[in-house]
C-alpha cells in the first residue's frame, strides 16, 4: 500500500463513507468472523410509525456455532440507532451484552469463546428513522408513500443494498435462517403484507395492529419485506400439479380492486405455465401473495412486489406482448431465486437470465414459435463488454453491471439450439428440482443453493454432451465469437473466430434448397459445396449467439 492510498483509507474511514460501502452494497467476500456462524432462525418485531417515518424493532437470531468465535458480527445501517442487545439463555434469563459499531458491523462481545456446535440466541432492540430509498426498487430503503386517496403506502426493498438497512442481519447470500417469524406492528387501518403465512392478527388499545407472520422455509434475507397499505385482499385457492392446494393471495388497492380481480386471473394462468415447466410451486406451505407497490416490483419470496400498475409493458419497454410481464418475471424468481439461490452474487444470472427467458417460453406457448423468435430478437440487445458469469467472487452492484438479463436469457436459448428441445426442458427441471421427491416436500428441504457449474453438469448430464466450452465462452468472458460466412466460388465457407483462442465447437445449420443440415464447424474452417444458383440461408431458426461476418 503506497503512502497516498494509506491516506486516501484513513480518510474514507474518518467520514464514514468506507463504512458506508458495506451498508450499501451486499454479498462480496464473507468476513471470517461472519463465516464462524450458521443463521437458524430469525424472530423479527417492527413497529412502523408512518407518519414519523420510523420504526422500532428487536431482531433475535439464533445461530450454531461453525468455527470457534468470541464476537458476534452483524450489520445494520448507521442510520439506526441500538438501543440495548443482550443474550436470551436457555433457562429464560435476559443477559446484556457489550457491542461496538464500526464499518456498517455490530461488533457484539459475547464474554467467551463459543465453541463448535454450540448454539445461542442474541437480540437486538433498535430504532430510529430509516434510510429512504432513493429510486426504488434500484436503490432501495423506505418507501413512504401515498395512495391515491392520501392513505399510506409503504413498502421496502433492499436487494442491492441488503436487509441491513433496515434490521440487523447477516448481510450475505450465501445463509438463509431454516425459518423466520415477522411481526409487524401499524396503524389499525392498515395492513401489513408480508412473507410466509398469516398466523394471527392482534389489535392494541393505541389503536394499532399486529400480524404475526412465519415463514416455514429458508428465505434470502434481501426478500423480507414490509407492504403497508389499506389493501383489499382478493384470494383464492391454487390446486398444485404436487397435488396439494395452497392459498393465492392479492393484497390490492381499493382503488385498484377491480383492475386487481382481473390480474388475479392471469396469475393463475401464470402459476399454471411454471408449475408445467418447472414443477411445483415450491412455497405452497406458506401461500403464494402478491403485494401492490408503489415501486416496480422484486421477488419477496411468497409476497412479491407489485408496481406495474397493470400495464402489460412496464418491464419490456412499454411493449405489451400480451401478458403481465413484470409479474411474470417476478413469479418466476420463486423458482429461480427463491427455491434456487445463488450462494454468490456471481451467479445471479440464474436468478435474472433464466426468469427473463421464462418470458420467451410462456410467449412461445401463447404465439407460436414466431412469436418466441421475436420475443429473442427483441431481447438481443445487451452489451459485451463483462462477464454474465465470472468465476471471481461478486457484490450484488457489481453483477448487476453485466447483462445477467437479456443476454443471459439468449445464452438459455442458443443453449437449447445445442442441446435440443427435449435435454433442453429436462435440465431446466432438473436444476429447479434435481430429485421429483424434492416435488413433495414443502418444509424447506427444497430449497438450495446453486451455482453455475451445477447447471453445467445437469445440462452435460442430460444431453450426454460435453458443455464446458459453451459455458466457458459464453458465461466467463465477455466477448462473442464470430462467425465468418462466405459464399465464394461455388462454395460456403464458415469458420469461427473465438475469444481468446478458446476451444469453439459450436455446429452450425444450414438450409440448403428447403434441407437443412448440421454442420460441425472445424476450427481451420469447413466448404460446403454449392450448385449454381443454390441459396444458402446460415442458422435459419437464429440459435446463434455471434457475431456473423459475411
Ligand atoms: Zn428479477
Redesign the pocket.
Known amino acids: 500500500m503506497t503512502r497516498f492510498t494509506a491516506t486516501v483509507c484513513f480518510l474514507l474511514f474518518q467520514t464514514g463513507l468506507w463504512a458506508q460501502t458495506a451498508i450499501l452494497d451486499s454479498g462480496g467476500p464473507l468476513m471470517t468472523e461472519q463465516a464462524g456462524y450458521d443463521i437458524t432462525f430469525y424472530d423479527l418485531s417492527v413497529q412502523v410509525f408512518p407518519d414519523e417515518r420510523r420504526i422500532e424493532g428487536v431482531l433475535e437470531a439464533r445461530a450454531i456455532v461453525a468455527h470457534p468465535m468470541h464476537e458476534f458480527v452483524l450489520d445494520l445501517d448507521t442510520l439506526l440507532t441500538v438501543r440495548s442487545i443482550e443474550e436470551r439463555l436457555p433457562g429464560g434469563q435476559y443477559l446484556p451484552l457489550s457491542f461496538r459499531r464500526a464499518g456498517g458491523k455490530l461488533w457484539i462481545n459475547l464474554r467467551h469463546t463459543r465453541q463448535r456446535g454450540e448454539s445461542f440466541r442474541v437480540a437486538v432492540t433498535y430504532g430510529g428513522q430509516p434510510r429512504v430509498a432513493p429510486r426504488a426498487p434500484w436503490q432501495g430503503g423506505f418507501d413512504w408513500k401515498k395512495t391515491p386517496s392520501g392513505a399510506h403506502w409503504i413498502a421496502t426493498s433492499c436487494q442491492g443494498e441488503g436487509a441491513d438497512i433496515w434490521w440487523p442481519v447477516k448481510d450475505h447470500v450465501s445463509d438463509e435462517p431454516d425459518s423466520m417469524a415477522l411481526h409487524v406492528r401499524v396503524p389499525q387501518d392498515l395492513v401489513a403484507a408480508c412473507n410466509g403465512r398469516l398466523l394471527r392478527t392482534e389489535k392494541h388499545a393505541d389503536q394499532t395492529q399486529t400480524f404475526h407472520w412465519y415463514i416455514s422455509t429458508p428465505i434470502n434475507a434481501y426478500n423480507v419485506a414490509l407492504n403497508i397499505a389499506p389493501y383489499r385482499v382478493i384470494e383464492g385457492n391454487y390446486t398444485s400439479v404436487a397435488g396439494d392446494a395452497f392459498p393465492v393471495v392479492f393484497y390490492v388497492l381499493p382503488e385498484d380492486y377491480d383492475k386487481g380481480l382481473k390480474l388475479f386471473e392471469e396469475i393463475k394462468d401464470h402459476i399454471r405455465f411454471y408449475e408445467k415447466l418447472l414443477g411445483p410451486y415450491p412455497f405452497r406451505k406458506d401461500k403464494y401473495g402478491v403485494a401492490q407497490t408503489p415501486h416496480l416490483?422484486?421477488?419477496h419470496q411468497s409476497i412479491i412486489a407489485y408496481g406495474a400498475n397493470f400495464n402489460n409493458g412496464s418491464m419490456t419497454g412499454g411493449r405489451d406482448w400480451g401478458f403481465d410481464a413484470l409479474h411474470h418475471?417476478?413469479f418466476?424468481?420463486e423458482w429461480w431465486?427463491n427455491l434456487v439461490t445463488n450462494s454468490d452474487w456471481r451467479d445471479m444470472w440464474i436468478?435474472?437470465g433464466f426468469?427473463?427467458y421464462m418470458q420467451a417460453l410462456y410467449v412461445e406457448e401463447k404465439q407460436g414459435k414466431e412469436g418466441y423468435q421475436t420475443f429473442m430478437r427483441n431481447q438481443r440487445r445487451f452489451p459485451n463488454t463483462l462477464a454474465v458469469a465470472p468465476r471471481e467472487i461478486k457484490t450484488a452492484d457489481e453483477i448487476y453491471r453485466a447483462p445477467i438479463?437479456n443476454k443471459g436469457s439468449y445464452i438459455l436459448h442458443a443453449l437449447r439450439g445445442v442441446i435440443g428441445d427435449q435435454a433442453f426442458f429436462k435440465a431446466l427441471r432438473q436444476m429447479a428440482y434435481p430429485d421429483p421427491a424434492l416435488e413433495k416436500i414443502t418444509d424447506g428441504r427444497q430449497c438450495r443453493f446453486v451455482t453455475t457449474g451445477d447447471f453445467l453438469l445437469i445440462c452435460e448430464t442430460v444431453s450426454g454432451q460435453e458443455l464446458d466450452w459453451f459455458f466457458d465462452v459464453y458465461l466467463r468472458q465477455p466477448a462473442l465469437p464470430k462467425l465468418y460466412s462466405r459464399v465464394e466460388g461455388g462454395q460456403l465457407t464458415l469458420r469461427w473466430e473465438s475469444p481468446e483462442n478458446l476451444p469453439f465447437p459450436m455446429p452450425v445449420e444450414v438450409e440448403l434448397n428447403g434441407k437443412r443440415q448440421r454442420i460441425q464447424v472445424t476450427p481451420q474452417g469447413v466448404a460446403v459445396k454449392l450448385a449454381a444458383g443454390d441459396q444458402p440461408v446460415v442458422d435459419p431458426d437464429q440459435w446463434l449467439l455471434c457475431e456473423l461476418v459475411r
Do not use: A, D, P
Open positions: 416490483g422484486m421477488e418475471h417476478e418466476g424468481h431465486g436468478h435474472e426468469c427473463s438479463y
